[in-house]
């Protein structure tokens, strides 16, 4: 109870505080309340109380986490309005010479040179920020090491012993 609902309570806090008027107040209280919250409890584990509250602050700093996670899935909705406006440009670049035959030709070849272009790079795009956000952001999450490696195509002999032939 307070290592889940005291977050909740710093995050609708922190979004009704970035709302402003009358209700950044009702903001300010709840996300203080889950703050003091999480330094009490974060770290009950401890039974010095001096360490407790060290352990509660240390786990107040993990909203760091919160906000990269906002920043990073932001930079993508970035991205993605980015690959509109190439598409709008390249639609305005090929509409140029206007409606006649020289200006369709110009508008199919800008086009389809133009929209490849960006679909590659939207392609790319894709893959790179999506493998970071696995391999970066998600392993640090949920990765967890240790157990046995694994090894498909390795030999088992747990009830027989190979041994070199002699010479």
Known sequence: LFDVVSWMLVL????????????????????????????????RSARNPVARIGKGLYALYGITSYLGDILSYTRILALGLATAVIAMVVNLLGAIAGFGPIGIVLFLLVGVFGHALNLALSALGAYVHTSR???????????????????????????????????
């Open 12 to 43: 609708l806090g922190l979004g009704l505080l970035a709302v402003g008027g009358g209700i950044a107040t009702i903001g300010m209280v709840m996300a203080a309340a889950g703050a003091g919250l999480i330094v009490l409890f974060g770290g």
């Open 133 to 167: 956000l696995q391999y970066v952001e998600f392993f640090s999450k949920f990765y967890e090491g240790g157990g046995q490696p694994f090894r498909p195509l390795q030999i088992r002999t747990r009830y027989t012993v190979i041994a070199k032939a002699p010479g």
